[in-house]
């Protein structure tokens, strides 16, 4: 099992930066994608960036590169979404995941792919 939580949401103004951070609770041996995804007020929930178990391989849509950033800290277990530039569009609720990989350099990008949530966290970016 693998319990998650995010936390670093809040309010910001537009141009202003924050940084998410997921902390995970892995019960069960394995390698594991992290992702970020993000649900805006009245659409789908969307992938922001994810990042492999051994930390070199990532990802990032399209709206999210050369914005944010992803890290993930293997001795705290920790995975980070700094995010830059934060436009009034990147209000959301944001969620870290969790999917186990059969390696630790595979990821996923697809929120079917993955098995564990957390709770989310608000993310509100003022005009």
């Known amino acids: 099992q693998v319990y998650l939580a995010e936390s670093g949401g809040g309010l910001v103004q537009a141009g202003g930066s924050l940084t998410l951070s997921c902390a995970a609770s892995?019960?069960?041996?394995?390698?594991?994608?992290l992702g970020w995804f993000r649900q805006r007020p009245g659409k789908e929930r969307e992938c922001v960036s994810s990042?492999?178990?051994?930390?070199?391989?990532?990802y990032y849509d399209d709206f999210a590169k050369g914005r944010f950033t992803v890290s993930r800290d293997g001795a705290k277990n920790t995975v980070d979404l700094q995010m830059n530039s934060l436009k009034p569009e990147d209000t959301a609720v944001y969620y870290c995941?969790?999917?186990?990989?059969?390696?630790?350099?595979?990821?996923?990008?697809?929120?079917?792919?993955?098995?564990?949530w957390g709770q989310g966290t608000q993310v509100t970016v003022s005009a």
């Open positions: 892995v019960g069960t041996p394995g390698t594991f994608a």
């Open positions: 995941a969790a999917g186990r990989t059969p390696n630790s350099v595979e990821l996923f990008i697809t929120a079917q792919q993955y098995e564990y």
């Open positions: 990042i492999s178990w051994s930390g070199y391989k990532t």
